[in-house]
Structures are given as structure tokens and as C-alpha cells.
């Protein structure tokens, strides 16, 4: 179990350090689909951009980079990966035929219904290591596993952001599912200075 650091009086759970040394190449993949940012990067929510590959699927990607460059690559990141139906066999023939490594970040079931969405959890068997991260509650701070659509949308697939997204805990998730859940002066979104700042990562290795 990892040491636990106090910070201002609170306790934490350490983190880690990880390096690599030496040049590396590097090729970001990111759905065609997400469109919100940018269509030739990957972006965050606070505005970092690292150029990818925008692709309707990953088995042309080879195609379009051609051979010599993909000889090249190191590694391979798959962003948004849940909306890739040929993420499973890419992986296998990129990581057990060519000696990539794969990183691949994506949601293992829907932001409307908690039910499993897209080949994210197709691969899992495929993994050394699996990293599930949490956000916090916007409404009280607790960690969020879950997250709660903001419209009367009902379609599977609705990309956004924070306009139509907040992460919560399983007991706003379950009250705003169930129609009750209302913003009012007593349970509104937090500052986020205001959110505990501690973060939650499980590691879990396939066996």
C-alpha cells in the first residue's frame, strides 16, 4: 500500500514518479467524432493540445501514416476509444504482431445509462495494467464514479463537456436518474477550489 503524506494538516495517498529515458516516437489517434475542441488534436477540458490523428476507425491508420513512419512509432495513445469498433483487433495486431505499445484512454460504459459502451472493456483482457480514475461530486465533493446528464437527451451518444456533463456520487446519480435531482442553494456545483483535491487511481493488474 502506498505511504500516506500529510498536506496542511489532511492526509493523501501518495503518488508515483515514472521515467523514460531516451527518444521515443509517438502517435496520438483520437475518434473522428469528437469535434469539440479540435479536429487535429487531442485537448483538455483546460485547453493543452497534443496534435493526433483524427480516424473513423484504427485499422487504416497504418494506411494513412504509412509503412515507414508506423516501422517508427513506439507507441500508439487511442483517445475517446469507446467509439472505435475495431479497437480490439488493432491492439492485438499493433501490440502482438508489431511491438507497439498501446495506451488507450475511453469510458468503460455510457454517460446516459450505466451499462457497458463501446470495445473498452473488450480489451481489458488484452492488458497488463488497467487505471480506473474518479472525478469528484460537483454537488458535494465525494468521489464520482458516475455521471449525470444535464439535458432531457436520451440518445446513447451525445458528446460535450461540462455543459452537458457533471460528475457525482452514486447518491446524486441514483436522485437525478430518478428525477429529483434539482441545483438549489443547498446543492449546487462546488467551487472547485472548494472539491477535495485528493485524487483516486486504482491499478489493476491482469492476471
Known sequence: MAALTSINGGRCEAGDVHVIIGPINVAMIKSSKDTRYANDSVVTHDGLKFPCWSMQDLTSFRQKLGDDEYHKLDVIGIDEAQFFEDLYEFCCKAADHDGKTIIIAGLDRGLFEVRSFGSVL??????????????????????????????????????????????????????????????????????????????????????
Do not use: W
Not at 154 to 170: A, H
Open 122 to 207: 473488450d480489451v481489458i483482457p488484452l492488458a497488463e495494467t488497467v487505471t480506473k480514475l474518479s472525478a469528484r461530486c460537483e454537488l458535494c465533493g465525494k468521489r464520482a464514479f458516475f455521471t449525470l446528464r444535464k439535458t432531457e437527451e436520451t440518445q446513447t451518444e451525445l458528446i460535450g463537456g461540462s455543459d452537458l456533463y457533471m460528475p457525482v456520487c452514486r447518491q446524486h446519480y441514483v436522485s437525478g436518474q430518478a428525477g429529483s435531482f434539482r441545483i438549489n442553494k443547498e446543492e449546487r456545483p462546488l467551487n472547485p477550489s472548494r472539491v477535495p483535491t485528493d485524487s483516486h487511481t486504482e491499478v489493476a493488474p491482469i492476471m
